[in-house]
């Protein structure tokens, strides 16, 4: 079984930083794109930053200049550097990942159980 688990989140005031970090563990052969959602209380879990097996990133127009994603290929980990904080970015923030399974090398669609970013004005 693979999962993903993050860190990270808190409470911030408006212009703060934050980074949010997610490892995936169990038996994995190689993770194909990562990347991080958001999902706001009443609204839709929305893409915020991915990043892919290359190292090809792609950003919500929302936090382009902002956020940065990265990932650390060794350890399984994707991180986002988050600055200049608004509180229009208070979300709940979710990892993904493609994971493929070893030794079986099937695919798998993970998620992470999410992590709170509160910023405050």
């Known amino acids: 079984q693979v999962q993903l688990k993050e860190s990270g989140g808190g409470l911030v005031q408006a212009g703060g930083s934050l980074r949010l970090s997610c490892a995936a563990s169990?038996?994995?052969?190689?993770?194909?794109?990562m990347g991080w959602y958001r999902q706001a209380p009443g609204k839709q879990r929305d893409l915020v930053a991915s990043i892919t097996s290359r190292g090809n990133t792609n950003y919500a127009d929302s936090v382009k200049g902002r956020f940065t994603i990265s990932r650390d290929y060794a350890k399984n980990t994707v991180f986002l550097q988050m600055n200049s904080l608004k509180p229009e970015d208070t979300a709940v923030y979710f990892c993904?990942?493609?994971?493929?399974?070893?030794?079986?090398?099937?695919?798998?669609?993970?998620w992470g159980q999410g992590t709170q970013v509160t910023v405050s004005s």
């Open positions: 169990g038996s994995i052969s190689h993770i194909n794109d």
């Open positions: 993904h990942a493609q994971i493929i399974l070893f030794p079986s090398y099937v695919e798998t669609s993970t």
